[in-house]
């Protein structure tokens, strides 16, 4: 079974320039995450879609971050202008369902460096 | 800071000794899972233990959760080089998963 595909895997910007990361989860899994994790620490939620409707983004930064899940499956994550301090692993994970009880299932990330 | 916090921050062991790392949360939970990180594998996900539920077993693992005390811990047996990792409890409300900061445990050969 293929896992959960994200591309690029590293990405060098410059402050105040834009960036978008893509994913794609495993077949057939309706929740998707996109977790922001910052050196040392644990991953953090942004925002998390159950087929293509968002069921929490109160941890998204709205006035630089967005996000779309088209057609219920792959998912684009932009920042818009980037800062210093987006600097981070951005981590996409899916699951079958979303209400807590299903395991989640992670990509290999990307690794964003605002320069 | 919503995060569920693990402790110790780090620990060191030698191969073949159990490695115990906790976890506290603040608010209610439906369930607790454990997760693995490191630089080959990336997060991968351990054990899921369930609100109503005291233990469950998972090869050498082993996790515990006391939801009056909002805490719970994992015990690894027998411990591996490979076992080398960071180790995260990811707390799941009725949506939301909030990770904790994470055990960096280091298994020596």
């Known amino acids: 079974e293929a896992g959960v595909a994200q591309s690029p895997r590293y990405k060098i910007i410059e402050k105040r320039q834009s960036v978008a990361f893509w994913c794609n989860p495993i077949s057939g899994h309706a929740t998707l995450y996109w977790y922001q994790q910052i050196l040392g620490q644990g991953p953090k939620l942004l925002i998390q879609f159950q087929n293509n409707g968002v069921v929490d983004d109160s941890q998204l930064p709205k006035d630089r971050f967005s996000a779309e899940r088209l057609k219920g499956v792959d998912s684009t994550l932009k920042i818009q202008p980037a800062k210093l301090e987006d600097s981070a692993v951005y981590l996409c994970a899916s699951s079958l369902g979303g209400f807590g009880d299903n395991e989640q299932f992670f990509g290999p990330g990307t690794r964003l460096t605002v320069l | 800071s919503q995060q569920g916090e693990e402790d110790p921050q780090a620990l060191s062991i030698q191969e073949g000794e159990n490695a115990t790392m906790n976890c506290s949360y603040k608010?209610?939970?439906?369930?607790l899972q454990w997760y693995r990180q490191n630089s080959g594998r990336g997060l991968v996900h351990l054990i899921l233990i369930r609100s109503n539920e005291r233990e469950k077993h998972s090869g050498r693992l082993r996790v515990t959760l006391d939801t009056s005390k909002k805490s719970s811990s994992l015990l690894i047996t027998a411990s591996r080089a490979a076992d080398t990792a960071s180790y995260f409890c990811?707390?799941?409300?009725?949506?939301?998963?909030?990770f904790g900061t994470g055990t960096r445990l280091k298994v020596l050969a």
């Open positions: 990811a707390r799941s409300g009725t949506y939301k998963y909030i």
């Open positions: 608010t209610s939970i439906n369930n």
